[in-house]
Each structure stands twice: as structure tokens, then as C-alpha cells.
């Protein structure tokens, strides 16, 4: 019933969309979300992005976040797709969706899935960032105290 | 033996991203005591309260339990997603 | 900015999705949600759906509903769109894409927009219901007291 | 002159989907007099607090007014998505 993919090869929506509503007709409800890469973020104008992740860890973090997802809310599919590697602005670096008899479930898993990924799951963000001066630069992401803070509202 | 492993810009900061360790047998915390002795430069960066730690490939605080045949990683907040 | 539509025409999420991201590289966050047709609705097998509405107010409702959203929230795209008229289990009913700088307005505005949309758009479900002996029969959707309990969490 | 609609299962339960009333100022509340009075066997489903009201596309409630060149419609609660 859960997907969990982590790949350096784009992801495609569309495809991921099709995968949770193929041959379910028990749900009604699909909550999906899509993080993408800006072109802007801390001032400063973002060329590209790297991620970096932890390759023996990743895949059984995410794997644990959804199994306490479906402790929490009666769910039918869960597919979590997050990419790895080189990207370009507007590339689209994780997907999530949930599909389940009830909106509010499914609503609240796909953000739960969300939120526990932010703060625990070992991805890391390296930004090629240009400069007023025309240089380029990398660097890495900072953490955002937010992602910790949205994460105790799930006790 | 011990497998240590430390990612992104810690991995960085440190000029390493993997080593090993004969004959350990302690918590996190006096594996990292360890660490910063025999690389004191690392101090700065290993002994910060935004570090985090997996034993195992499992988030563990520093009171955690680490033995031979464990693998433990240091890394920054993550930033996925 | 917004794009709202009501449509007897099929629902193309992939399409749907990819008119919200389009040349959007300022938003790193878009949630979605998509409401289904069930095979099962209280207890009785479900074989089709028709939705009447309110032609004059249904538009004029769902353009109210969105213009809040988006005094709650910094929002960048809304793309909201609901089927009327016949339709086959599994097919989509209702489209909501939001997108934001932020993942937590992106999801409230997401959830704050069905939540309303459900108590307030005059739209009314007709299911054709198989009864165990066989016969079709026709039934209107009832209301359900939860979707108004959902509503008041936004106060 | 007022438009007045019923929707979904109470358009069926009454037996029509639009009227249209000469001569009518009031409120909501009194406009659904007037009908029950006109079509004694809507009362039970027209007077009934689930019923919701719309005056010119817009939800409103029992004590809004209604006046020439209004449209006001009733319906059950609302069911899409």
C-alpha cells in the first residue's frame, strides 16, 4: 500500500498522482503536496540545488514516518517520492500523497508525513547561489526553526 | 570495530566523511569526547547542540548506546523537502 | 491569479497541476487536494453520481470562498475546479491546488478552501445506489454534520 | 417582482424548481409565509431549519430582506466536493 522512493531522476506528478487513484475506488479523498525548488531564498537568487542524503538511513526513515502516519489516520495509499542529487530551479524535490475515505485524514497525514520528513528524515540542501556580482556560490541550507516548532503540534 | 559517519557541511568542516574506531564501547557522547581528543580541531563543529545523531540509522540522543559492530552518524539539521 | 472553474468536462489532475506550477518558480510549496466518486457511500454500493448546482451563485460562492483564503494566507496560485452534471465512480469531482512560499499556508488554505466549499458552494450529490436485490435507486447525498463541525476550526 | 428557486432534493419535494411572486417586500421569513400559506403542503418541507437560503447568490438568513428584482433560492444543505 505505501510507495517510497528515493531517486536522483525527476519526478513526475502526473505519474505519482495515477499511481495512489489507480484501481481505488474505496477513497474519496487525496491530499498531495509538492516542494520545488525556488529561486530565491534568503535573499538571494538560487541558480540550482544538490541533495545530499544519508543512503543506508533515508529510505527506512521515511518507511518509519508513514507506518506512524497510518497509526494515526485510517489511510488507503501513501506515496512519498523525494529526489536526490543534482536539480534545477522549479524541479520538483518530493511529493507526497494520501489518499483516504476521509478529507480531514488525509489532510492531516500528507502534512504530518510533511512535517516529520523536515525535521528527521536525512536529506540536506546545498544551493548554488548567485551573487550581486555575477559570482556563483554554494552553500548550504540552514535549518528553519519553524519546521521544529510545526512538528509539536502533533504531540 | 566502529563505523562513524558525517554528512554534509559537517562532513565538510571536518575533511572527512567516514572512519572507524577499534575498540570502542560507550555512549554517543564519549564517542564523541574520543573523537575531539584525537582530532581537537573537530571540537567546534562535533561538540554543537544542533549536531545530530543516528545509531544505527536510527535518531539516538547522546546516552545512547554504542558497541562494536554499531554504525553511528553525525550530521547537521536536515533541510529535505 | 486564481482560476476557478465549473465544468461538466472531465477533471485532468496532471493538467490541473501543471497550470498552477507553470512558470511559477516562486512558490516552493503547492498542496492539492482531489475528491473522488466512491463505490461505497452509508452502507450501499455506489454504480454513479450526478451533481446539480446553482448556476448563477456556485461561481460567485467559489470566488468569495478563495478571495478569503487569500486574506488569511500569502498565497500564490489557486486553481479550484468542480465537475457537474453525470458522473462514473472513480472519476474526479473536485480539484483544489494551492501554492506558497510557505508549506503550512499552502496547507491551510488548501483545507480551509474544502472545508468551505463543502458547507457553503450550492453544489447537491444524487447517487444511484444497487440495492442487494439488484434494483437501482436513486438517492440525494445527505449532508454530513462533521464537514460543519470542520468549518468552525477556522472561526 | 421576486425570482424564487428550490434546489436538489426540495425542488423535487415540492414539485417545482422556480416561481415567481408579484407584489412581494419583506423578509426571508415572511416570503416563506406567504408560500406555505400559498402551498399549505410545502410547509413541512420548507419550514424546516435545515433548509438554507440564498437572496441574490448570496447565503443569507432568516431575517434578511427581499424586495422587487430580488432572486432568493432554497436549498438543502449542500453537498459537493
Redesign the interface.
Same mark, same amino acid.
Do not use: D, N
Given at each position: 500500500m505505501d510507495r517510497i522512493d528515493v531517486r536522483e531522476a525527476p519526478l513526475d506528478v502526473a505519474a505519482e498522482y495515477a499511481a495512489v487513484q489507480q484501481a481505488n475506488t474505496a477513497d474519496g479523498a487525496c491530499a498531495m503536496f509538492v516542494?520545488s525548488v525556488r529561486d530565491f531564498n534568503a535573499g538571494s537568487a538560487v541558480g540550482g540545488l544538490a541533495?545530499?542524503?544519508?543512503p543506508?538511513?533515508t529510505e527506512?526513515?521515511l518507511r518509519a514516518i508513514v507506518a506512524d502516519a497510518r497509526g494515526r489516520w485510517p489511510l488507503g495509499r501513501v506515496n512519498l517520492v523525494?529526489r536526490v542529487g543534482p536539480m534545477q530551479v522549479n524541479d520538483e524535490?518530493?511529493f507526497v500523497g494520501v489518499t483516504s475515505p476521509h478529507r480531514q485524514a488525509a489532510f492531516a497525514a500528507c502534512q504530518y508525513i510533511?512535517d516529520r520528513?523536515?525535521? #528527521? !528524515?536525512?536529506?540536506?540542501?546545498?544551493e548554488t547561489v548567485r551573487r550581486a556580482c555575477g559570482a556563483e556560490e554554494e552553500r548550504?541550507? #540552514? !535549518?528553519r526553526a519553524s519546521d521544529q516548532a510545526e512538528l509539536e503540534k502533533w504531540g | 570495530m566502529i563505523k562513524v559517519?558525517f554528512?554534509?557541511?559537517l562532513r565538510q568542516q571536518l575533511g572527512m566523511g567516514e572512519l572507524r574506531l577499534e575498540d570502542f564501547s560507550g555512549t554517543v557522547r564519549s564517542l564523541c569526547a574520543v573523537l575531539c581528543e584525537k582530532y581537537p580541531q573537530w571540537r567546534e563543529h562535533l561538540d554543537d547542540d544542533?549536531i545530530r545523531v543516528?545509531v544505527n540509522?536510527?535518531?539516538a540522543d547522546s546516552d545512547a548506546a554504542v558497541a562494536a559492530g554499531d554504525?553511528v552518524?553525525f550530521?547537521?539539521?536536515?533541510?529535505?523537502?
Open positions: 516542494g541533495l545530499e542524503h544519508y543506508g538511513m527506512k526513515s523525494h524535490i518530493v510533511m520528513l523536515k525535521t #528527521e !528524515a536525512p536529506f540536506w540542501k546545498r548550504w541550507v #540552514e !535549518a | 559517519l554528512f554534509a557541511r544542533a543516528a540509522q536510527e535518531l554504525e552518524a550530521f547537521p539539521p536536515v533541510t529535505g523537502g
